[in-house]
């Protein structure tokens, strides 16, 4: 088995649709089937029909991501893809402040860039609005969770990307799997009266780096879902504070290009840091190893010292022989370890 891969998750079970492939061909077709007639027609997003529609073609990826769950993960595997994703103790406490400040830190970013590339300083008209009417930031804030973060990251992290994991290192299935979630987009460019299509008018510059970012951001996605044990919930609460920072400061023209521009350096330094290949830290992990090794043969050699009704008297010399074989099985483990890395190097 190639080390560069990640180890397939023991609830995946085999079936026909199981290729990471059926997800994004069922999510994309579904979506599709209602979007792209929507666009071609020129309805009015704020018309019933519409909206109708849209929400239709919306729900392509979480149903693409619940079905294929129900069928090729078992019940076990069932159960866990919803512990992913309603589990807060998943996350680890620091991770909730990177999830939290990050994007507001890119947003930030990029506006010092602007104002010291003598860009100034942008208005803010929506801050300032969402601030004089803090009533306002609740309501808005839910529709923000459920029009994309909730129901996306059921299926984009929380199943294909698991299934990804087990054939592509974190960094090549985060690319891969940000190509499909940015051409999952496109139709709703072209959906008139949406919101998206406003925001990032066609063939501007910033709708351009809106596909170009989302490639980065997909590792960001990932470096997140994986240091906190594959947490569903991190993916989604990540997404809704990326879109809320985006909405809530309201970014527009040079600062959001420059807000992009740090998003690609973030991503570059958590890739540094963490590796590309499952984008976690694991320091010594002979250390880790030899640890357990330790506890092993102690369990298993005092159960013999009972058994032979030695231990008492004599702790000194069983413990002596006692580490003196641990010593031998630590040395042979540390100089295979050292030849499997010799071979990988040549």
């Given at each position: 088995?190639?080390?560069?891969?990640?180890?397939?998750?023991?609830?995946?079970?085999?079936?026909?649709?199981?290729?990471?492939?059926?997800?994004?061909?069922?999510?994309?077709?579904?979506?599709?089937?209602?979007?792209?007639?929507?666009?071609?027609?020129?309805?009015?997003?704020?018309?019933?029909?519409?909206?109708?529609?849209?929400?239709?073609?919306?729900?392509?990826?979480p149903?693409?991501?619940?079905?294929?769950?129900?069928?090729?993960r078992?019940?076990?595997?069932?159960?866990?893809?919803?512990r992913?994703?309603?589990?807060f103790?998943?996350?680890?406490?620091?991770?909730?402040?990177?999830?939290?400040?990050?994007?507001?830190?890119?947003?930030?970013?990029?506006?010092l860039?602007?104002?010291?590339?003598?860009?100034?300083?942008?208005?803010?008209?929506?801050?300032?609005?969402?601030?004089?009417?803090?009533?306002?930031?609740?309501?808005?804030?839910?529709?923000?969770?459920?029009?994309?973060?909730?129901?996306?990251?059921?299926?984009?992290?929380?199943?294909?990307?698991?299934?990804?994991?087990?054939?592509y290192?974190?960094?090549?299935?985060?690319?891969?799997?940000?190509?499909?979630?940015?051409?999952?987009?496109?139709?709703?460019?072209?959906?008139?009266?949406?919101?998206?299509?406003?925001?990032?008018?066609?063939g501007?510059?910033?709708?351009?780096?809106?596909?170009?970012?989302?490639?980065?951001?997909?590792?960001?996605?990932?470096?997140?879902?994986?240091?906190?044990?594959?947490?569903?919930?991190a993916?989604?609460?990540?997404?809704?504070?990326?879109?809320?920072?985006?909405?809530?400061?309201?970014?527009?023209?040079?600062?959001?290009?420059?807000?992009?521009?740090?998003?690609?350096?973030?991503?570059?330094?958590?890739?540094?840091?963490?590796?590309?290949?499952?984008?976690?830290?694991?320091?010594?992990?002979?250390?880790?190893?030899?640890?357990?090794?330790?506890?092993?043969?102690?369990?298993?050699?005092?159960?013999?010292?009972?058994?032979?009704?030695l231990?008492?008297?004599?702790?000194?010399?069983?413990?002596?022989?006692?580490?003196?074989?641990?010593?031998?099985?630590?040395?042979?483990?540390?100089?295979?370890?050292?030849?499997?890395?010799?071979?990988?190097?040549?």
């Open positions: 088995m190639d080390k560069t891969k990640q180890p397939q998750r023991q609830w995946f079970i085999t079936t026909k649709f199981s290729s990471p492939w059926a997800f994004f061909v069922l999510a994309l077709g579904w979506s599709w089937i209602f979007w792209i007639p929507l666009a071609l027609m020129g309805w009015e997003f704020s018309d019933s029909s519409a909206l109708v529609l849209f929400i239709l073609g919306g729900v392509g990826v149903l693409a991501g619940i079905i294929l769950a129900y069928h090729t078992g019940r076990e595997g069932w159960k866990e893809y919803w992913c994703v309603v589990d103790k998943r996350i680890k406490p620091h991770w909730y402040l990177v999830i939290f400040l990050l994007p507001a830190l890119w947003g930030g970013l990029g506006v860039t602007g104002f010291l590339l003598g860009e100034g300083l942008p208005s803010l008209e929506g801050t300032r609005e969402f601030l004089s009417q803090p009533l306002a930031i609740l309501p808005f804030a839910f529709v923000v969770l459920i029009y994309g973060p909730l129901p996306e990251e059921l299926g984009w992290r929380g199943y294909a990307l698991g299934r990804l994991q087990a054939k290192t974190a960094l090549s299935l985060s690319l891969i799997l940000g190509v499909f979630w940015a051409l999952w987009h496109v139709p709703q460019f072209f959906i008139t009266g949406l919101p998206i299509s406003d925001v990032f008018p066609v501007t510059p910033i709708f351009w780096a809106y596909f170009v970012v989302l490639l980065p951001q997909s590792v960001l996605y990932t470096w997140i879902f994986n240091n906190n044990r594959q947490s569903t919930l993916a989604i609460l990540f997404h809704f504070m990326t879109n809320f920072a985006g909405e809530f400061l309201d970014i527009e023209g040079p600062w959001r290009l420059y807000g992009s521009m740090w998003i690609v350096i973030i991503t570059v330094i958590a890739v540094a840091i963490w590796g590309p290949r499952r984008l976690i830290r694991t320091a010594r992990p002979q250390t880790e190893k030899i640890k357990l090794l330790i506890i092993e043969y102690e369990i298993c050699w005092r159960k013999q010292l009972k058994k032979m009704e231990f008492e008297g004599c702790e000194d010399t069983h413990h002596h022989f006692f580490y003196s074989l641990l010593y031998a099985k630590i040395s042979a483990f540390l100089s295979t370890s050292r030849r499997r890395k010799e071979v990988m190097c040549h």
